[in-house]
């Protein structure tokens, strides 16, 4: 069997060798556009917009902007995805829909159902391979590409609804793989489909060592509570004990930085940590260059990108577009400038804002890093606080107390006529003095981010920190039907999230 894995990373480098002839951003992302409305004009949606009016004319992308409103999933869900739900085929993309993923969400909608079309099927698929070859540039053991690969996502069991299947993105991604990779697949068809995550978390833990893993893929949060489990369960060290050859950990759906640290002490030997960006509606890209902290976005696989500047200008105080936004497509952008994704796709979604904050650390390699939701920042006075802010800060917690942080979420309130945040930091670790978390925190907030320390100084009155055990995080997503491998605590309370998080909090105190 080493022979496998020895001539799969030959091929990688021997392919990194060859020059092939690229076409530039502007180029790719244009023929994508064009594709796209070629083949959905005669849609609904298409017949709506005038899609063939768009592509008669010499500026196409302007007229597209022109004619095709911004949407969120709620405009598109109620003006016409719920038509596919109905069963109706070539409502926006030309098909009859047979699989729609389930999205928790952070916003909007409470339980989301995006299209997933055989087109979008073959996108993901071909980002995948895409990433396999970038993986040449990474230092791979040749022997982890014939081992195990352990994918922690939602229950592969899709549910039958008349003319459609609805489940987890990844459970549609299970009934769709090739059947050459179903050998390497972890955990495996049977326990994957168990629809309970505690359940599938003790036959994962108790089979661990009947496996020979070389990739772990999932999201943090989760995949840190699984190894430990395994680790405890076995009376080991670390998860090298388990599985000596483990070598490639393929994170994303959060920022890494926060859980780095404690993720090292479950290892044994150092390993690649690869970020990949995907989410119900697509897989967009994947870290191509070890040592850099950036998402190299595909260009030339069925989705159409235009980023929307983050600012007052084009959104309001909750996060919501205002009309008719200034948009830039890939050539257009700037690097350190916060802009929200709108996507185009082969699975019928058109302007579509996915909710992402980004920002472009490197605009020629168009690779970019997730600094927020449009829904998930704190700017009660002018603070303006990203994601991506309060992950530094919990980062810079974690390393000066040396403890581990495994969730947190932050809320805002009126404070004595002014205003206050309140921090909820979830933690096991020991004797945490709670005032000590919120001096480093207010600090390097007010380093990192020069609205915060003038409002600190201003509207911003006090900030207030409140240790929690983590299980009551973990509690409060499986109290909401939300616990699982697919589920990320949102890192900002807002209006009935907040109020509903307080009751919770309440509850548990007096249970306590």
């Avoid at 999230?497 to 509850?507: E, H, I, S």
Wanted: aromatic fraction near 12%.
């Amino acid at each position: 069997m080493a022979i496998i894995g020895n001539l799969i990373s030959r091929s990688l480098r021997i392919r990194k060798k060859f020059t092939f002839k690229l076409g530039t951003p502007r180029q790719y992302q244009l023929q994508v556009l064009h594709r796209l409305l070629e083949k959905a004009k005669e849609t609904d949606f298409g017949r709506h917009y005038q899609f063939q009016e768009i592509l008669d004319s010499p500026n196409f992308i302007g007229q597209y902007r022109e004619k095709v409103p911004v949407h969120n999933y709620t405009k598109m869900h109620q003006e016409w995805w719920y038509r596919c739900l109905e069963g109706e085929a070539n409502v926006s993309w030309p098909e009859k829909i047979k699989y729609f993923a389930l999205s928790s969400g952070t916003s909007e909608s409470a339980s989301k159902h995006i299209p997933v079309t055989k087109a979008m099927l073959k996108t993901v698929k071909k980002v995948g391979v895409k990433q396999l070859y970038s993986m040449a540039n990474f230092d791979i053991p040749p022997r982890s590409f014939e081992k195990g690969i352990l994918m922690l996502g939602g229950t592969t069991s899709l549910f039958e609804k008349g003319d459609y299947y609805e489940g987890d993105m990844s459970g549609i991604q299970a009934k769709n793989i090739p059947k050459w990779f179903r050998r390497f697949y972890k955990p495996g068809g049977k326990i994957s489909r168990k629809p309970n995550w505690e359940q599938r978390i003790k036959l994962i833990v108790r089979k661990a060592r009947e496996w020979d893993v070389g990739t772990v893929c999932g999201v943090p949060a989760w995949v840190q509570i699984v190894l430990e489990e395994i680790i405890k369960y076995h009376g080991v060290k670390n998860i090298h004990e388990i599985w000596p050859n483990l070598a490639v950990y393929i994170h994303g759906g959060v920022s890494f930085e926060p859980y780095r640290d404690s993720f090292q002490k479950l290892l044994g030997k150092p390993i690649a940590f690869i970020e990949t960006y995907m989410a119900s509606e697509g897989s967009f890209g994947f870290q191509a260059r070890p040592g850099t902290r950036g998402i190299k976005l595909v260009l030339n696989a069925g989705i159409f990108y235009e980023f929307i500047p983050f600012n007052e200008e084009n959104f309001d105080a909750e996060g919501e577009v205002k009309p008719n936004p200034k948009s830039y497509m890939i050539h257009e952008v700037v690097e350190d400038v916060e802009y929200a994704v709108m996507l185009s796709t082969c699975a019928g979604a058109w302007r579509y804002l996915i909710g992402d904050v980004v920002k472009f650390t490197s605009v020629k390699e168009h690779e970019i890093v997730i600094v927020g939701r449009t829904k998930q920042f704190l700017s009660l006075c002018g603070e303006h606080l990203s994601i991506d802010n309060m992950n530094k800060a919990i980062d810079i917690v974690q390393k000066k107390l040396g403890i581990t942080v495994r969730e947190f979420t932050v809320a805002g309130f009126p404070y004595q006529n002014l205003f206050a945040h309140r921090w909820y930091v979830g933690t096991d670790s020991p004797g945490v003095d709670a005032e000590k978390v919120r001096e480093i925190i207010d600090q390097t907030l007010a380093e990192v981010n020069d609205d915060y320390a003038v409002e600190r100084s201003a509207a911003l009155k006090e900030v207030f920190v409140e240790i929690l055990p983590n299980d009551v995080f973990i509690d409060y997503l499986r109290c909401k039907g939300k616990e699982g491998a697919m589920n990320k605590f949102p890192r900002v309370m807002k209006g009935e999230k907040l109020k509903d998080w307080d009751r919770f909090l309440v509850g548990k105190t007096v249970k306590n």
